[in-house]
């Protein structure tokens, strides 16, 4: 579980934002943020296969606090976050694959705490080409567009928001714009935001199950958005 210590080392990274601060003090931020970190996520996924979660769920996997900032001119050097996922295993031996072979995987769960921001989410947040083109078949398809349907009203419904990296703002080429499933179909990425929680909870016990909870209701979704990304894989393969 994450402690205030998690909160005071974060507080004095983002404060000096300095190479050599986080040098000296490496095994700090190692200890008091990402092992607390890593031991949340591990916990949750543990929770969530108690529950009957039966999504292929990979090992977890922490972002680096360090930005490159080559691609982040005008950036601090280092987030003033924390976060990691559980990353969902595809293809069709799931539990032998390695997260690193499917690096387009959807999240059972993201998760980022940081000083102010917190949040949380399932999905994929931004497709890539092979993944976007997959997807909308599958939204254009009956049977899998109206699963998806279903699937998002019933997560709005209860409190999810759902997003992406970003949307178009007109329809796909060669897409009416009045087809029934344009929301859905004008979206680059999927993702399930899990609803806001009060600063402080991440402290205690409860918080553990209330994240495994969501990604219970969150799976169907998981679930559809891992097919897309296994049968673009398959679509992608050389023929033998």
Known sequence: MLSNEYFVVLGELVATQDREWFRANRDRIRTACEQPMRALLEAVLVEAESLGVALPMGDVKLFRLARD??????????????????????GSSASAMDVRAAPDAPAVMYLQIGLEERFSAAGIYGFPPAVLRRYRERVLDEATGRELVAIVAGLKADGYRIGGASQLKRAPAGVSPE???????????LVAVFPDWRPGAELKPAFVRRLAEHIERTAALTAWLGACVAEAAEATEPAE
């Open 179 to 189: 087809h029934p499933r344009i929301e859905l179909l004008r979206w680059k990425g």
């Open 69 to 90: 900032t080559r691609f982040s001119q005008g950036q601090p050097p280092y987030k003033e976050h924390v976060a990691g996922v559980i990353p969902l295993l595809v």
